[in-house]
T-cell receptor
Framework: DVKVTQSSRYLVKRTGEKVFLECVQDMDHENMFWYRQDPGLGLRLIYFSYDVKMKEKGDIPEGYSVSREKKERFSLILESASTNQTSMYLC???????????FGSGTRLTVV | KQEVTQIPAALSVPEGENLVLNCSFTDSAIYNLQWFRQDPGKGLTSLLL?????REQTSGRLNASLDKSSGRSTLYIAASQPGDSATYLC???????????FGTGTRLKVLA
């Protein structure tokens, strides 16, 4: 089975800190995605990548950046964390659209 | 712009009941539809993936159907169990795009 691993389950950071959320997949998938999930708002796409070093903005990219230097790793960066970025962050990958998404277990980030 | 709606938002049933969860989408030009399960505080687990050319998919006690022309999918759960309690989300990929659009989910509680 494909495995998508997010490095931290829970994270607490201070306002203004630079935060790195890491996601690694082990099945050579082309596409990787970062979503955030908030009560009442559902899942919203932040960024996605369809190839190494390629990235595209999703629906809510403000305040975030991403890095994909290797195919298996997709990092989400909060340049200067703010309290409104407190959320559940979910990473997903897919080989192609045909095979759907596989999600990681999520990172619950709290910014204080 | 694709919009995905799930009704009801919450559902509570006694153990053993058969139940149907609904998902509707506004743009019928979809590539595929995927049903997920999410336990509290966890990531999303894929349940069933239906390609646009398919009418249904089955896995154990789960059966998902797709009617593209009417913009609807249903997830049928047979003989529900307390372990089925979770939030169920559907998501569609519209043709020509990479990304899933998610519904806001149905929170299911199966009472012992």
């Amino acid at each position: 089975d494909v495995k998508v691993t997010q490095s931290s389950r829970y994270l607490v950071k201070r306002t203004g800190e630079k935060v790195f959320l890491e996601c690694v997949q082990d099945m050579d998938h082309e596409n990787m995605f970062w979503y955030r999930q908030d009560p009442g708002l559902g899942l919203r796409l932040i960024y996605f990548s369809y190839d190494v070093k390629m990235k595209e903005k999703g629906d809510i990219p403000e305040g975030y950046s991403v890095s994909r230097e290797k195919k298996e790793r997709f990092s989400l960066i909060l340049e200067s964390a703010s309290t409104n970025q407190t959320s559940m962050y979910l990473c997903a990958s897919s080989q192609t659209k045909i095979y759907g998404y596989t999600f990681g277990s999520g990172t619950r980030l709290t910014v204080v | 712009k694709q919009e995905v709606t799930q009704i009801p938002a919450a559902l509570s049933v006694p153990e053993g009941e058969n139940l149907v969860l609904n998902c509707s989408f506004t743009d019928s030009a979809i590539y595929n539809l995927q049903w997920f399960r999410q336990d509290p505080g966890k990531g999303l687990t894929s349940l069933l993936l239906i390609q646009s050319s398919q009418r249904e998919q089955t896995s154990g006690r789960l059966n998902a159907s797709l009617d593209k022309s009417s913009g609807r999918s249903t997830l049928y759960i047979a003989a529900s169990q307390p372990g089925d309690s979770a939030t169920y989300l559907c998501a569609v990929i519209t043709s020509g795009t990479y990304k899933y659009i998610f519904g806001t989910g149905t929170r299911l509680k199966v009472l012992a």
